[in-house]
C-alpha cells in the first residue's frame, strides 16, 4: 500500500513509470504463449485502468493477485519450469500499478520491471529479444533519473524526454567498453558449472510419439528448425529426408518409439556411392532430438545413434547447436531382419481396423505369392501408392478420429496430411504381411541465396514409411508425396512467392525473407555460438591459432584498462562547458595565471579587469577591450556592430595577456 508520508508522484512522472513498466514487460510477453500473453496483457490494462486516480483497496488487490496466479499455473497445467517461473513475474508486475502513486512505489515498480526483460533473455537470447531489452532497460534508467529530478527539485525535470533519453544512453555508453570485453575476453568453461530449470510448457516439435491432431500446431509452425550448410554436393529438395525418430508400437491410435531397441547393436547398412557432406545448426528445443539426412554414416561428436539410426544429443538442445555430419543414400538397409524383428515389424492391435485388414488379406491373396517374395510385396506396395494417388487428396482440415481411425480414414474421409498417410499406409502393409514402420522427421526444404544454406522450418515437419523388402532391407516409401509431393518439396517456395507478391513494392519479398533470416544465423553465429573454442580460436585471423589462458587474462585486463581509461576520458569530457563561447572566456582567463591575476570562479568581468589593470596596467587595455565584447554578448543577447558568437569564440581562443593587444586577437 502506498506510504501517506511518501512525496506524490505527480501525474507526468506516473505516465513516465507506467509507460516504461509497460515496456519493460513487453519482450517477456512476446517469449510466453499466446493465451498467457494475452491474458497477463489485459489485466495489466485493467488494472492500470482501475486504478488510474487511485489506489485500489489492499483487499481488491490480493483477490487479483490470487486469481491472476491461479490462471497463470492452469494454463500452465500446474508445471513448474522457468516458463512457467517468467509468466508469474510478469503477472505480479501486471498488478504492480495498482499501487504506484508515490515517489518510493514508483521506484520500486521500475526496479521489479528491470527484472523482465533480464527474465526474457530466459526464455530467448535472439536479436529482437535483445534490442527490446535494451530499450526498455534505458527508458527504465531515464524514468528512474526524472524521479530523481522530481524529489531534489532539479529545474532538468523539464527537460525533453528525447533529450533525457539520450543522456541515459550516453551514460550506458560508458559502460559499453567494459561490457564488450567481458563477453569477448572473459575465460569462457567448456560447460557450464550450473543449469538452469526446464520448461514446464513444451515447444512444438519432433517426439517420441504420434498421435492424431498432435502435429496440428506444428504443420503450421514458421519457425526455422534448422539450417544446413553443404561442402561439396547438394541433394534435391525431393532427396532431403531429414530422419528423427522411428515409431514402431501401434496401440489403435498412437505410434511409439520401441523401448525394445535399448541395448541391440547397430543395423547393417550399404551405403551408396553418393555422399553428403554438411553442417547442420539445430534451434533449441528443449529435447534430445537430433535429425540428419537419410542416411547418417555416424554419429558426431555428442550425440548417439540407436539402431533405426535416430540421432539424439547427449544433452538436451537449450541453445543453437551446430553438428558437422556426413550421409548416403544406402543400397541395402538391414538386407537380413531376424525372425524377432520382423515380428514386431508386423504387429497390430486386436480389434482394430477390420476393414484395413480384410483389404490387405485381399491384396495379398490377389498377389499370388508367398510372404516375404520380394515381387508380391512390391506388387502389394506399388497397388497401394496407385490408389492413393487416384483417389486421395491432402487437407490439413481433418476431424478427430474415432476407434478405427484408419479405417475411417481410407474408406471414409480419403483425406489428410503426413500422419494419416504414412500410419495408414504402415497399417496396410502390416496387414498384408509386409514389416513396415514409420519414420518422422523433416523433409525438403529452401535455399537462403543470401546465405547460402538450406532452410528447414518447423512447418515442413513429416512423417512417411518404411517398409522391408528381400535383398534391399528397408525401404523409404513416402505415401504423402504420392498425392501431394508438393507440399511436401515446396511448401517454402510457395509461402515465399506470397510474401514476394505482397512486398513486392519494396525491394523484393524474397529478398526481405532471406535477409532477415539471414541476419538471425549471423546472429547465432556470432554472439550464441560464441564459446570456450571460438573464444581460444578468437585471434586465429591474425596467426595466432590458439589463446592460453594466461594470454586471455591478460587481454581481459588490457582491455579492462582501455574501458577504464574512455570512462575517465568520456566524464571528463561531459564536464566541460558545452557553450564554445564560455568554454573559450574560462580557457583565456587561466592564461593570466602566470601573472597571479587568473579570474576568479566568483568574480564579475568588470571586477577582474579592474583587479589586473591595478597590478598591471600594461595588460588590462587589451583585456578590457575583450572583456566588453564579452559582456555584452552574454548580458545584452548580442555585440555591437553584430558580430557574432563564432568571431568572439576566436578572439577569446587568440587572446594573450601582452602590453599590445588590442582585444581583438591581435597581438602585434
Same mark, same amino acid.
Given at each position: 500500500?502506498?506510504?501517506?508520508?511518501?512525496?506524490?508522484?505527480?501525474?507526468?512522472?506516473?505516465?513516465?513509470?507506467?509507460?516504461?513498466?509497460?515496456?519493460?514487460?513487453?519482450?517477456?510477453?512476446?517469449?510466453?504463449?499466446?493465451?498467457? !500473453?494475452?491474458?497477463?496483457?489485459?489485466?495489466?490494462? !485493467?488494472?492500470?485502468?482501475?486504478?488510474?486516480?487511485?489506489?485500489?483497496?489492499?483487499?481488491?488487490?490480493?483477490?487479483?493477485?490470487?486469481?491472476?496466479?491461479?490462471?497463470?499455473?492452469?494454463?500452465?497445467?500446474?508445471?513448474?519450469?522457468?516458463?512457467?517461473?517468467? !509468466?508469474?513475474?510478469?503477472?505480479?508486475?501486471?498488478?504492480?500499478?495498482?499501487?504506484?502513486?508515490?515517489?518510493?512505489?514508483?521506484?520500486?515498480?521500475?526496479?521489479?520491471?528491470?527484472?523482465?526483460?533480464?527474465?526474457?533473455?530466459?526464455?530467448?537470447?535472439?536479436?529482437?529479444?535483445?534490442?527490446?531489452?535494451?530499450?526498455?532497460?534505458?527508458?527504465?534508467?531515464?524514468?528512474?533519473?526524472?524521479?530523481?529530478?522530481?524529489?531534489?527539485?532539479?529545474?532538468?525535470?523539464?527537460?525533453?524526454?528525447?533529450?533525457?533519453?539520450?543522456?541515459?544512453?550516453?551514460?550506458?555508453?560508458?559502460?559499453?567498453?567494459?561490457?564488450?570485453?567481458?563477453?569477448?575476453?572473459?575465460?569462457?568453461?567448456?560447460?557450464?558449472?550450473?543449469?538452469?530449470?526446464?520448461?514446464?510448457?513444451?515447444?512444438?516439435?519432433?517426439?517420441?510419439?504420434?498421435?492424431?491432431?498432435?502435429?496440428?500446431?506444428?504443420?503450421?509452425?514458421?519457425?526455422?528448425?534448422?539450417?544446413?550448410?553443404?561442402?561439396?554436393?547438394?541433394?534435391?529438395?525431393?532427396?532431403?529426408?531429414?530422419?528423427?525418430?522411428?515409431?514402431?508400437?501401434?496401440?489403435?491410435?498412437?505410434?511409439?518409439?520401441?523401448?525394445?531397441?535399448?541395448?541391440?547393436?547397430?543395423?547393417?547398412?550399404?551405403?551408396?556411392?553418393?555422399?553428403?557432406?554438411?553442417?547442420?545448426?539445430?534451434?533449441?528445443?528443449?529435447?534430445?532430438?537430433?535429425?540428419?539426412?537419410?542416411?547418417?554414416?555416424?554419429?558426431?561428436?555428442?550425440?548417439?545413434?540407436?539402431?533405426?539410426?535416430?540421432?539424439?544429443?547427449?544433452?538436451?538442445?537449450?541453445?543453437?547447436?551446430?553438428?558437422?555430419?556426413?550421409?548416403?543414400?544406402?543400397?541395402?538397409?538391414?538386407?537380413?531382419?531376424?525372425?524377432?524383428?520382423?515380428?514386431?515389424?508386423?504387429?497390430?492391435?486386436?480389434?482394430?481396423?477390420?476393414?484395413?485388414?480384410?483389404?490387405?488379406?485381399?491384396?495379398?491373396?490377389?498377389?499370388?505369392?508367398?510372404?516375404?517374395?520380394?515381387?508380391?510385396?512390391?506388387?502389394?506396395?506399388?497397388?497401394?501408392?496407385?490408389?492413393?494417388?487416384?483417389?486421395?487428396?491432402?487437407?490439413?482440415?481433418?476431424?478427430?478420429?474415432?476407434?478405427?481411425?484408419?479405417?475411417?480414414?481410407?474408406?471414409?474421409?480419403?483425406?489428410?496430411?503426413?500422419?494419416?498417410?504414412?500410419?495408414?499406409?504402415?497399417?496396410?502393409?502390416?496387414?498384408?504381411?509386409?514389416?513396415?514402420?514409420?519414420?518422422?522427421?523433416?523433409?525438403?526444404?529452401?535455399?537462403?541465396?543470401?546465405?547460402?544454406?538450406?532452410?528447414?522450418?518447423?512447418?515442413?515437419?513429416?512423417?512417411?514409411?518404411?517398409?522391408?523388402?528381400?535383398?534391399?532391407?528397408?525401404?523409404?516409401?513416402?505415401?504423402?508425396?504420392?498425392?501431394?509431393?508438393?507440399?511436401?518439396?515446396?511448401?517454402?517456395?510457395?509461402?515465399?512467392?506470397?510474401?514476394?507478391?505482397?512486398?513486392?513494392?519494396?525491394?523484393?519479398?524474397?529478398?526481405?525473407?532471406?535477409?532477415?533470416?539471414?541476419?538471425?544465423?549471423?546472429?547465432?553465429?556470432?554472439?550464441?555460438?560464441?564459446?570456450?573454442?571460438?573464444?581460444?580460436?578468437?585471434?586465429?585471423?591474425?596467426?595466432?591459432?590458439?589463446?592460453?589462458?594466461?594470454?586471455?587474462?591478460?587481454?581481459?585486463?588490457?582491455?579492462?584498462?582501455?574501458?577504464?581509461?574512455?570512462?575517465?576520458?568520456?566524464?571528463?569530457?561531459?564536464?566541460?562547458?558545452?557553450?564554445?563561447?564560455?568554454?573559450?572566456?574560462?580557457?583565456?582567463?587561466?592564461?593570466?595565471?602566470?601573472?597571479?591575476?587568473?579570474?576568479?570562479?566568483?568574480?564579475?568581468?568588470?571586477?577582474?579587469?579592474?583587479?589586473?589593470?591595478?597590478?598591471?596596467?600594461?595588460?588590462?587595455?587589451?583585456?578590457?577591450?575583450?572583456?566588453?565584447?564579452?559582456?555584452?554578448?552574454?548580458?545584452?543577447?548580442?555585440?555591437?556592430?553584430?558580430?557574432?558568437?563564432?568571431?568572439?569564440?576566436?578572439?577569446?581562443?587568440?587572446?594573450?595577456?601582452?602590453?599590445?593587444?588590442?582585444?581583438?586577437?591581435?597581438?602585434?
Amino acid at each position: 500500500m502506498a506510504d501517506p508520508a511518501a512525496p506524490a508522484l505527480d501525474p507526468r512522472s506516473r505516465r513516465w513509470a507506467l509507460l516504461s513498466a509497460a515496456v519493460c514487460l513487453l519482450p517477456l510477453l512476446l517469449q510466453l504463449p499466446l493465451a498467457i !500473453a494475452v491474458t497477463i496483457a489485459l489485466s495489466a490494462v !485493467a488494472v492500470v485502468a482501475m486504478s488510474w486516480r487511485q489506489p485500489l483497496h489492499g483487499l481488491i488487490r490480493l483477490l487479483l493477485s490470487v486469481v491472476l496466479i491461479a490462471t497463470v499455473l492452469a494454463m500452465s497445467d500446474f508445471s513448474i519450469g522457468r516458463d512457467t517461473g517468467c !509468466a508469474l513475474l510478469a503477472a505480479m508486475l501486471a498488478i504492480k500499478p495498482s499501487e504506484t502513486f508515490s515517489l518510493r512505489d514508483a521506484r520500486s515498480l521500475l526496479g521489479f520491471a528491470l527484472f523482465a526483460p533480464f527474465a526474457t533473455f530466459l526464455l530467448d537470447q535472439g536479436p529482437l529479444s535483445l534490442a527490446l531489452g535494451l530499450t526498455a532497460t534505458l527508458l527504465a534508467l531515464a524514468a528512474l533519473q526524472l524521479l530523481a529530478d522530481v524529489e531534489s527539485g532539479d529545474v532538468r525535470r523539464d527537460v525533453s524526454p528525447a533529450r533525457r533519453m539520450a543522456g541515459t544512453a550516453r551514460l550506458l555508453a560508458l559502460g559499453l567498453p567494459l561490457a564488450l570485453a567481458a563477453f569477448w575476453l572473459f575465460p569462457r568453461l567448456g560447460s557450464p558449472l550450473w543449469g538452469i530449470p526446464e520448461r514446464a510448457m513444451g515447444s512444438t516439435g519432433l517426439s517420441d510419439r504420434m498421435s492424431p491432431g498432435d502435429w496440428n500446431d506444428l504443420m503450421v509452425d514458421d519457425r526455422p528448425a534448422l539450417r544446413a550448410r553443404f561442402f561439396g554436393k547438394v541433394p534435391s529438395p525431393s532427396q532431403m529426408y531429414w530422419r528423427g525418430p522411428v515409431m514402431w508400437d501401434f496401440d489403435g491410435r498412437t505410434w511409439r518409439q520401441p523401448r525394445w531397441m535399448a541395448g541391440w547393436s547397430e543395423t547393417d547398412v550399404e551405403p551408396g556411392p553418393q555422399r553428403w557432406d554438411y553442417e547442420i545448426e539445430m534451434e533449441p528445443t528443449e529435447r534430445r532430438q537430433l535429425v540428419a539426412l537419410d542416411l547418417l554414416l555416424s554419429a558426431p561428436s555428442g550425440s548417439e545413434l540407436d539402431p533405426d539410426h535416430n540421432l539424439q544429443s547427449l544433452t538436451q538442445l537449450t541453445g543453437v547447436s551446430r553438428w558437422r555430419m556426413q550421409s548416403a543414400p544406402p543400397l541395402r538397409y538391414e538386407a537380413r531382419l531376424s525372425p524377432q524383428t520382423r515380428k514386431y515389424a508386423l504387429q497390430l492391435p486386436a480389434g482394430f481396423n477390420p476393414r484395413t485388414l480384410a483389404l490387405a488379406r485381399q491384396w495379398r491373396v490377389e498377389a499370388g505369392r508367398s510372404f516375404g517374395s520380394a515381387s508380391a510385396d512390391s506388387a502389394i506396395v506399388k497397388r497401394a501408392l496407385d490408389w492413393i494417388r487416384r483417389d486421395f487428396a491432402y487437407t490439413l482440415e481433418v476431424p478427430l478420429p474415432g476407434r478405427n481411425s484408419i479405417d475411417e480414414f481410407l474408406f471414409d474421409q480419403r483425406a489428410g496430411f503426413c500422419q494419416h498417410f504414412s500410419s495408414s499406409f504402415v497399417v496396410l502393409m502390416r496387414g498384408a504381411g509386409i514389416p513396415a514402420r514409420v519414420v518422422t522427421g523433416y523433409a525438403g526444404g529452401y535455399r537462403n541465396s543470401v546465405g547460402g544454406y538450406w532452410l528447414v522450418r518447423r512447418s515442413d515437419a513429416h512423417a512417411w514409411a518404411e517398409v522391408w523388402l528381400r535383398g534391399r532391407g528397408w525401404v523409404r516409401v513416402d505415401p504423402t508425396a504420392a498425392v501431394a509431393p508438393e507440399r511436401i518439396y515446396d511448401t517454402i517456395d510457395d509461402r515465399r512467392s506470397i510474401a514476394g507478391g505482397l512486398l513486392g513494392g519494396l525491394t523484393g519479398g524474397h529478398s526481405l525473407i532471406d535477409v532477415g533470416d539471414w541476419l538471425r544465423r549471423g546472429w547465432n553465429d556470432f554472439v550464441l555460438g560464441f564459446d570456450a573454442n571460438r573464444q581460444q580460436r578468437l585471434l586465429r585471423p591474425l596467426g595466432i591459432e590458439r589463446i592460453d589462458d594466461r594470454t586471455l587474462v591478460l587481454l581481459l585486463m588490457l582491455a579492462v584498462a582501455m574501458g577504464l581509461l574512455w570512462m575517465v576520458w568520456f566524464s571528463r569530457r561531459n564536464e566541460r562547458e558545452p557553450d564554445p563561447v564560455l568554454r573559450a572566456w574560462h580557457a583565456m582567463a587561466r592564461r593570466y595565471r602566470p601573472f597571479g591575476l587568473e579570474r576568479l570562479p566568483d568574480e564579475p568581468a568588470g571586477r577582474w579587469v579592474e583587479r589586473v589593470a591595478a597590478a598591471r596596467p600594461e595588460l588590462a587595455t587589451g583585456l578590457r577591450v575583450i572583456s566588453d565584447r564579452f559582456s555584452d554578448w552574454r548580458y545584452a543577447d548580442g555585440e555591437p556592430g553584430g558580430r557574432s558568437a563564432r568571431a568572439l569564440t576566436q578572439a577569446l581562443r587568440a587572446h594573450r595577456p601582452s602590453p599590445r593587444n588590442d582585444g581583438n586577437g591581435n597581438n602585434g
